[in-house]
């Protein structure tokens, strides 16, 4: 049995890539089948037109004709087999089998119901997160609603506007949930489109205008808006005159209408859904909208600046690095040009085969969680001479000691639609983190390198610190997570933001206290 290397597709973009061959192979079979169905209703149009000739020329006459014992064997032999023949043929069941035969071949690298679901829930949080129109995004574009105006917040070079199913996928997906804040909002969008189309049905839609209708009008009354649930209900009867339940709703929602005053339907209107994990969420979301346009100016902050740092290694006095201050609470500085595009092709090509759906701590141990949507593989320093040289790199950048266990192998992610990491903090927040699996104490700094470019989105967001980073191909960014004196800095709390655009690869360094003691001495100072 064929086995997947696509699980969980929607949580990396490659994955996502890769798909695409498999949907060439399924557009080939239902080539060859079109082929052999196009030769079958050729015959049968070859049948239909001898038959009807003979009905137009020679039976014109019928007693003439059937005189002739050839034309009358040939009439009852018709009837007798060869219509049969025509009718019962099995032909069109073979064509396809062999279709469904050569599509179950591919369908274990085919998504699964919760690719499906978790990229419909993508497309939702990049409208929530870059509070892009719903109605846009059904066009093809990305625009928010500023000072009462549409703006582009980017202009893709490629894109495809959604069908009314499309639409109904990801309203049902919400709805589903109980998330009747995106439902409204997309299968309003799913029945515009039905009802511009009639009503009409493709074989490949899933959905209909009555599907869509029925979705909507029962998200409404759950928000409270009983007067448009009754509407749509009775727009739904008109397709489906005989549907006890949507009479039943009707009944039910002409009553609490009827009533004087009308009974209140608890609803709470179109308010998006509460998040336990993210309690900074508007701050978050400022962040990534803005994508790094607020970071303090030079003149503003005379103490942040550019540079070319070597760091007194000899090993880079030839050659050394662009350095860019960015905050100096906490400290974070992104260095430009660390890494050239052979080096991040050999890291992501080698990562590849070992990408697995990305983790995060729970208690002790480690599960996936929907604030983290990518794929990450860890590479050993023998998995490829390239990870060596950037090990190196590092360490004379940071002064750390970065060999394993003092520092972690290196992590290789690779982020899916919408593709996110929620705030979170690097460094153990637990005594029973897994992070101290390895005993050599917290996480005392981050190095992450930035192994693409993506067009729109991605930045990371420092939260308490109020601001965000753009992504910056080939570039690094490092930050120290500890005080001195080993307590975990607030200022660190930080986070991927969704990526709108793009194809996000980043590798993550964590550098542990333990082997540092030479090189990042400790102080009691809390303000260190």
């Known amino acids: 049995m064929k086995i997947s290397q696509l699980r969980e597709m929607y949580t990396s973009l490659l994955n996502v890539k890769q798909a695409i061959s498999v949907e060439r192979k399924l557009i080939d079979y239902l080539r060859i089948y079109i082929d052999h169905e196009f030769e079958r209703l050729e015959d049968i149009k070859r049948f239909y037109a001898k038959v009807s000739d003979l009905h ?3 039976y014109k006459g019928p ?17 007798h087999s060869e219509w049969l023949n025509v009718v019962y043929s099995n032909e069109a069941l073979e064509n396809t089998q062999v279709l469904r035969s050569s599509y179950e071949e591919e369908e274990a690298d085919l998504p699964k119901l919760e690719d499906l679901q978790g990229a419909a829930k993508g497309l939702m949080r990049l409208q929530d997160v870059y509070a892009l129109q719903v109605a846009s995004l059904v066009r093809g574009c990305f625009q928010r609603v500023t000072k009462g105006k549409p703006i582009d917040i980017y202009l893709p070079a490629v894109s495809v506007p959604l069908s009314g199913d499309d639409c109904f996928l990801v309203g049902k997906v919400a709805y589903e949930q109980e998330d009747y804040y995106h439902s409204v909002q997309w ?12 009503g009409e049905w493709s074989p490949e839609n899933e959905g209909t205008l009555e599907d869509a209708l029925d979705h909507l009008a029962f998200s409404h009354f759950k928000t409270g808006n009983i007067s448009y649930a009754l509407t749509l209900s009775q727009e739904l009867l008109n397709h489906d005159p005989m549907n006890g339940r949507v009479l039943q709703n009707v009944e039910k929602y002409e009553k609490l209408l009827g009533t004087s005053p009308p009974i209140s339907i608890r609803g709470n209107g179109l308010r998006r859904p509460t998040s336990n994990n993210l309690r900074t969420r508007d701050t978050y979301e400022r962040l990534c909208q803005t994508q790094g346009s607020q970071q303090p100016m030079l003149f503003e902050n005379p103490r942040l600046f550019c540079d070319y ?5 000899p090993g880079l006095l030839l050659l050394p690095v662009r350095r860019e201050v960015l905050s100096l609470r906490p400290y974070v500085v992104l260095y430009h040009s660390f890494i050239t595009d ?44 390239t990870v060596g040289k950037l090990d190196q790199r590092i360490s004379m950048l940071t002064g750390l000691n970065v060999k394993h266990p003092y520092g972690e192998y290196l992590q290789v992610v690779n982020y899916g ?10 460094h153990a927040t637990s005594p029973s983190s897994p992070v101290f699996k390895l005993k050599t104490g917290n996480r005392v700094a981050t190095f992450m390198i930035y192994l693409s470019s993506v067009e729109a989105g991605g930045c990371t967001a420092f939260i308490y610190a109020n601001f965000s980073v753009p992504v910056v191909e080939k570039a690094a960014i490092f930050w120290w997570n500890l005080h001195r004196n080993g307590q975990g800095d607030a200022d660190t709390l930080h986070a991927g933001c969704p990526v709108l655009i793009g194809d996000k690869w980043v590798a993550n360094k964590w550098i542990h206290e333990h082997g540092q003691e030479f090189h990042h001495r400790c102080s009691l100072n809390p303000e260190e």
Do not use: C
Not at 349 to 378: C, D, F, H, M, N
Not at 417 to 426: A, K, L, M, R, V
């Open 309 to 313: 740092f070597t760091n007194g290694n």
């Open 187 to 198: 299968l309003e969008e799913s029945v515009r489109l039905f009802r511009g189309t009639g």
């Open 417 to 426: 639609i919408g593709g996110h990491y929620e705030p979170h903090f690097d």
């Open 342 to 385: 052979t080096e991040a092709e050999d890291i992501k090509r080698t990562a590849q085969p070992g990408l697995k759906r990305s983790v995060v701590a729970a208690g002790e141990k480690q599960a996936t969680a929907e604030y983290r949507i990518s794929k990450s593989a860890w590479l050993k320093g023998s998995a490829h001479p």
């Open 56 to 58: 137009t020329e020679l």
């Open 63 to 79: 007693a003439t004709a059937m005189a002739n014992p050839l034309v009358a064997f040939t009439l009852i032999k018709r009837l």
